[in-house]
């Protein structure tokens, strides 16, 4: 282990030797990360006597955060827990899972095969190794976004591990095709459109002037590839934020600048965009993005599909749509950090035969605290869809708000934090 002081927080780094497949202890192993984060302020002799809260990070494919300070959730946590922040397997300092480590693996079959064991269910298995090697007993974990659906699972396979569950943004859909997720969320992509629209009308012009611009003129991105529209769209990504709604108008209104050549995006602008439309930092949000709906079905590019009946989401449309966090296959014809694992993400659509991640008996018997932040207007994790789970969760406690979008813990993480929390110890109280 090694610790070490930033900004008011002490740090230790813990690392695990985990099977990538856990009903095969003896098979090919995982390193996986973890960074213990507690306030400076406390004694060492009350650190060891603070529980564990375990922080599972949205995504797929997204590690752990890194916090420069105490802020926001983070801050209001480490004033009762020691903060376990999960580099989840491929990610971070985890054993890493893109264009560069997979052919190591094997054949394109083999690649395949191999993520299958990047989901929910092999994540939660990690952290329960984790709990064993840290922790006398149960512990808290918090959920956001994709950390929900993996809280879902942990309910359903390891509770006993659990003391009490927060989430927020994260109350996945327990059963049914992908395909159902993607109807809701077009419709709901569509509405924020609307909104940001009316909220900067001017915004609207420009987005069919740079859609229609990249039609015609070839625009490269300081990468070197090329902006094509429909890559462009993927902008709609700030709709999912309170404040970031207002980042995507600044992006807007510099697009373009007059050249000898007549007017070209800007320098300033492909850059901006290019961070928001590469996959190079997280490639397994790409290919396992479909498959976390999955139960024994495929997804057979599921958004892909349902897009087939949103033309108003089609760069051809006269007045195009900004899109969500949608996957498609186009994504590995045209990002350089995809386009070698394009017929291992065809693999993986394809496939019927994924487990369940839920246990929808054990979950409606469940005992352990639950409580979630369930936003109504959240594009990328549909409220209806996230009540019918609260419905099902025996004893879960939800806060329907209208106040937040998805990223509601980076506007007002520390109120957010505090609600759930004692919305769970309120039901553990009862209970006792």
Same mark, same amino acid.
């Given at each position: ?67 420069? &300070? ?24 985890? &054993? ?48 956001? &976004? ?123 602008? *492909? ?16 290919? *396992? ?14 958004? &892909? ?128």
């Amino acid at each position: 282990m090694n610790s070490y002081s930033i900004n008011g927080m002490r740090l230790t780094d813990h690392w695990l030797t985990v099977p990538l497949d856990h009903s095969d202890p003896t098979g090919p192993q995982l390193k996986i990360f973890a960074r213990e984060i507690v306030a400076a302020g406390h004694a060492p002799e009350v650190v060891e006597e603070l529980p564990w809260l375990l922080y599972l990070q949205g995504g797929p494919g997204g590690r752990g955060a890194r916090p420069l &300070s105490l802020f926001g959730w983070l801050k209001e946590a480490t004033g009762s827990f020691r903060v376990l922040m999960l580099d989840q397997r491929g990610t971070g300092l985890s &054993s890493p899972v893109n264009r560069q480590t997979l052919p190591a693996v094997g054949t394109v079959a083999e690649q395949a095969e191999y993520l299958t064991h990047f989901r929910a269910d092999s994540i939660v298995a990690d952290a329960e190794l984790f709990r064993r090697a840290l922790v006398a007993g149960p512990w808290s974990i918090y959920g956001q &976004s994709f950390g929900g659906f993996c809280a879902l699972t942990y309910l359903s396979f390891a509770p006993d591990g659990l003391r009490e569950v927060l989430i927020t943004g994260g109350l996945a859909p327990l059963t049914g095709h992908p395909d159902r997720v993607y109807e809701a969320t077009f419709s709901r992509v569509a509405a924020r459109n609307t909104e940001y629209f009316a909220r900067y009308p001017q915004d609207r012009d420009a987005v069919t002037r740079i859609v229609r611009h990249l039609e015609s003129v070839a625009e490269i991105l300081p990468s070197g590839e090329r902006l094509t529209p429909e890559r462009f769209q993927m902008v709609g990504n700030f709709l999912g934020g309170n404040t970031r709604i207002d980042g995507l108008h600044y992006l807007l209104e510099d697009a373009f600048v007059c050249t000898p050549d007549g007017d070209r995006l800007s320098d300033p602008f *492909l850059a901006q965009v290019e961070g928001q439309v590469s996959r190079a930092s997280n490639p397994l949000y790409a290919l *396992l993005h479909e498959s976390i709906y999955c139960q024994g079905q495929a997804s057979a590019w599921s958004a &892909s599909r349902v897009l087939g009946s949103r033309p108003d989401f089609l760069p051809s449309a006269d007045e195009p749509l900004l899109t969500g966090e949608m996957v498609y296959p186009w994504y590995f014809e045209q990002d350089p950090a995809l386009e070698p694992l394009q017929a291992v993400a065809d693999l993986l659509a394809e496939r019927r035969n994924w487990p369940p991640l839920y246990d929808l008996d054990q979950l409606s018997r469940n005992t352990v605290p639950v409580s979630a932040a369930v936003y109504l207007d959240d594009i990328y994790v549909d409220h209806d869809l996230s009540m019918e789970t609260a419905a099902a969760v025996l004893g879960l406690q939800a806060w329907e708000t209208g106040d937040y979008h998805h990223d509601g813990i980076t506007e007002d993480g520390e109120a957010i934090f505090s609600r759930l929390l004692g919305m769970c110890r309120t039901v553990a109280a009862d209970v006792q």
